[in-house]
T-cell receptor, first 111, second 114 residues
């Protein structure tokens, strides 16, 4: 089935140790998003790619970077994770501004 | 800036009770409207959407929502809830033009008790 896949599902990293989360999609959607979701809160948009155009939200910390090497894959790099970065990270895709399809998320723990 | 308000943070209902969750948005132009559901431990899933046409939209699992443009609202309803409807519900809005990502409300947690 066409879907949004995130790896790993659970990631544990040490304070300050860089970590990369990955997302892939088989929907051939042109837009890919990264969200941060903390417990009992709404997903918070970090950035999104519209095709190859990168769009960063104004309040996304510089600590967070993203790469989209091709249509199917998108990566979230956290250069120096802090304790406050522990969260669920959600990847989503869409075709234009229509509904988004979400992956299962990667739960990041920072020790 | 666009914003979405969900006024109920936590709603507790008995099984078979009727449900209405409020959602209001601030953008004055043409919008796309969505309700997403997140069951415990699961990922966000689309419940229903309004893009254009009939303002009363029906979604999965017996849910429906009504877009009232004059009130900037898109309330979610279900006539009779079940225990399995226990979840977090998020309203989301995007502008119906170009590349505009979703803006989510803060969510409403629904607990259905037997």
């Amino acid at each position: 089935d066409a879907m949004v896949i995130q790896n790993p599902r659970y990631q544990v990293t040490q304070f300050g140790k860089p970590v990369t989360l990955s997302c892939s999609q088989t929907l051939n959607h042109n837009v890919m998003y990264w969200y941060q979701q903390k417990s009992s809160q709404a997903p918070k948009l970090l950035f999104h790619y519209y095709d190859k155009d990168f769009n960063n939200e104004a309040d996304t910390p510089d600590n967070f970077q993203s790469r989209r090497p091709n249509t199917s894959f998108c990566f979230l790099d956290i250069r120096s994770p802090g304790l406050g970065d522990a969260a669920m990270y959600l990847c989503a895709t869409s075709s234009g501004s229509l509904e988004q399809y979400f992956g299962p998320g990667t739960r990041l723990t920072v020790t | 800036a666009q914003s979405v308000s969900q006024h109920n943070h936590h709603v507790i209902l008995s099984e078979a009770a009727s449900l209405e969750l409020g959602c209001n948005y601030s953008y004055g132009g043409t919008v796309n409207l969505f309700w997403y559901v997140q069951y415990p431990g699961q990922h966000l899933q689309l419940l229903l959407k309004y893009l254009s046409g009939d303002p009363l939209v029906k979604g999965i699992k017996g849910f429906e929502a009504e877009f009232i443009k004059s009130k900037f609202s898109f309330n979610l309803r279900k006539p009779s809830v079940q225990w399995s409807d226990t979840a977090e519900y998020f309203c989301a809005v995007s502008r119906n033009s170009g590349n505009t990502p979703l803006v989510f409300g803060k969510g409403t947690r629904l607990s259905v008790i037997a």
